[in-house]
């Protein structure tokens, strides 16, 4: 496997939550119930003729999560997974290291090369007003990672770094943000959009913008307000930038002293 190829490893399995597959139900005993989850996400799991995952998309919806799948599906979008189960909100995509209230996302990590900490391009395409810069500033106060800001034109370092490119469209679907990642893709793993529709307002362009690059950088949600990793639209104290919580995970995920 090239090292392009290894920078890391989506790990998916559809199935619904209940009693595990081939396991007896105890006599006298209801099955368990299936945990409460909050319906704040959406994903999209494309595989290829084989049926291997070559992309795993996480939608951050604007409104209900339920209305947002309604109209990706009309449009024909394939592999959008129903709401409580595998690879929904808060199930697989939640692994530790868990801190306070922040999460990592479940085998999505960076490879650090020759580095002592992942080194990661974020690569901006967006129009002024945008805050990239000012959220890619936030988290490289992160430990455990290295991130930076380039502009679009100034390419990929390469040389074992790695390179997220940041889009804003427009979309006519309810979601803010999203954040793709595709193994082996042109583009690289990972990408993120932002939708300038909906992104009208300064404070939900910096919280959405600040929560998709966490995503970028292997992170789950965060339930609390502390943190940009809340999803949804950004209500009264509210936080746009990320939580000390997630800092720390991000440090245990990248356990490797940095440089």
């Known amino acids: 496997m090239t090292a392009a190829a290894s920078l890391f490893a989506v790990a998916v399995a559809i199935s619904?939550?209940?009693?595990?597959?081939?396991?007896?139900p105890v006599a006298g005993k209801a099955p368990a119930a299936a945990p409460t989850v909050a319906d704040d996400e959406v994903v999209v799991v494309e595989r290829n003729a084989l049926g291997a995952v070559t992309s795993v998309t996480r939608y951050e919806p604007a409104g209900p999560a339920e209305k947002l799948r309604a109209e990706l599906r009309a449009k024909g979008v394939q592999g959008v997974v129903p709401a409580g189960q595998?690879?929904?909100p808060?199930?697989?995509l939640a692994c530790s290291p868990f801190v306070g209230t922040a999460a990592a996302w479940c085998s999505h990590a960076w490879a650090y090369n020759q580095f002592n900490d992942p080194q990661i391009y974020f690569l901006d395409h967006t129009p002024a007003g945008y805050p990239?810069?000012?959220a890619v500033n936030d988290w490289y106060q992160s430990p455990?990672?290295?991130s930076y800001y380039r502009w679009y034109t100034q390419g990929c370092p390469g040389n074992g770094t790695h390179?997220?490119?940041v889009y804003a469209v427009s979309?006519?679907?309810s979601w803010y943000g999203l954040t793709t990642w595709a193994p082996n893709a042109p583009s690289g793993p990972a990408k993120v959009e932002l939708n300038t529709r909906l992104l009208t307002n300064t404070t939900q362009r910096a919280k959405s913008t600040c929560h998709e690059l966490g995503h970028a950088l292997g992170l789950d949600h965060n339930s609390s307000t502390n943190s940009?990793?809340?999803?949804?639209?950004?209500?009264a104290g509210w936080s746009t930038h990320p939580s000390n919580d997630d800092f720390q995970v991000l440090n245990q995920l990248y356990p490797k002293p940095g440089t």
């Open 90 to 92: 808060a199930q697989i």
């Open 171 to 173: 979309s006519a679907d």
């Open 16 to 24: 619904p939550w209940g009693v595990a597959a081939g396991a007896a």
């Open 144 to 146: 455990g990672i290295d």
């Open 86 to 88: 595998t690879m929904g």
């Open 228 to 235: 940009c990793l809340k999803s949804g639209t950004v209500a």
């Open 132 to 134: 990239v810069t000012a």
């Open 163 to 165: 390179c997220v490119h």
